[in-house]
């Protein structure tokens, strides 16, 4: 993974940075938790979307 401090390449499950000893492991919990919230963030944005092409609709149907 690339160090988020000095963007060196480490090893995929490297969890100091070779570098700048920066501590660069991220849980498996954190990230499955960051995956769900972009999915259901993703969703939002379409229910969004959709939503205001409904009242877009409404509001030019006279
Ligand atoms: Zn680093």
């Known amino acids: 993974m690339i160090c988020p401090f000095c963007r060196h390449e480490n090893h995929k499950e490297a969890l100091v940075c070779a570098a700048c000893a920066s501590d660069i492991a991220v849980p498996q919990?954190?990230?499955d938790e960051r995956d769900d919230?972009?999915?259901k963030r993703d969703a939002?944005?379409?229910q969004l979307a959709h939503a205001r092409g409904e009242l877009?609709?409404?509001r030019t149907r006279k």
Do not use: S, W
Request: aromatic share 0%.
């Open 29 to 31: 919990a954190l990230i």
């Open 37 to 39: 919230l972009i999915r």
């Open 44 to 46: 939002m944005r379409d």
């Open 56 to 58: 877009q609709r409404l």
